[in-house]
């Protein structure tokens, strides 16, 4: 009862363990947040633990890009064609796209700023978190996990890099938008003709408004359990510090390594 009362006076938590994954908070750049914001609208919020916001804004880019062909219109301006680039652009819902994208980077690096300075508030209060949970369906609990390993799974196949980091509702988002982009640009059928020398038939396959949403996508999954992989590790190692500054620490007394009890 004692800790239930401590842990209700506490304002701010680090952290919150749950059977479908981890959420925290902790110490984030808002240029590389805002970056990877411009890169792909939504894709801030999540690296932010902002899962709704950050899926309404993907599925808004991706419904709004579809209809007006902005992907294919900027493989035209890469290749030099303006005129086409010109002519695939659907000027009906060009004014609703830049406004949603702009909002996208600028809450991105606004709540960047604004969770930083509830982290060093949190940290300062030191309010205990919950690091085990267990339930019908899963289990879930703090552990140190490889950034290395969990950043060539989701190189391997997009979404198993955040699945081996227990994060599982994120991790059926990723794969279910990994399937609909590989689906709709033909990458991995042009990349069999590419391996097998046919570059044309490799060209013809490619569905430019499709592929062109893969790299950013690809790359953020990489990045994305990289780092969660490495501030997972430091919340488990913060937790454990506390346990054992509660456990084993006398009131008032700085125990050293290697002192005698």
Known sequence: M???????RNRRYKAFVSMLGTTQLHLR???????WSMAFPGFGHLLLNKYLRGYALIVWEFYINQKIHLNLAMVYSFNGDFQAAKAALDPKFMSMYIPVYLFAVWDSYRTTVDMNKEYVLAHREGGSYSTFNIGAFEINYLDQRKPWLAALWS???????????HRILFSAF?????????SGSNILLSLHYLIIGDL?????????????????????????AYTNAVESNKLFADEMKQYLLRKYQPPGKIVRPGQAG
């Open 174 to 182: 990723v794969l279910v938008n990994t399937l609909v982009i590989v």
């Open 200 to 224: 044309r038939a490799s060209n013809a396959v490619l569905d430019p408004q499709w592929t062109l949403y893969f790299p950013s996508f690809y790359f953020f999954t990489i990045y994305d």
């Open 29 to 35: 750049s808002p240029y590389v947040i805002a970056a």
């Open 2 to 8: 004692d800790n239930f009362r401590k842990k209700q």
């Open 155 to 165: 190189a391997g196949i997009p979404s198993v890099g955040q699945l081996y980091l």
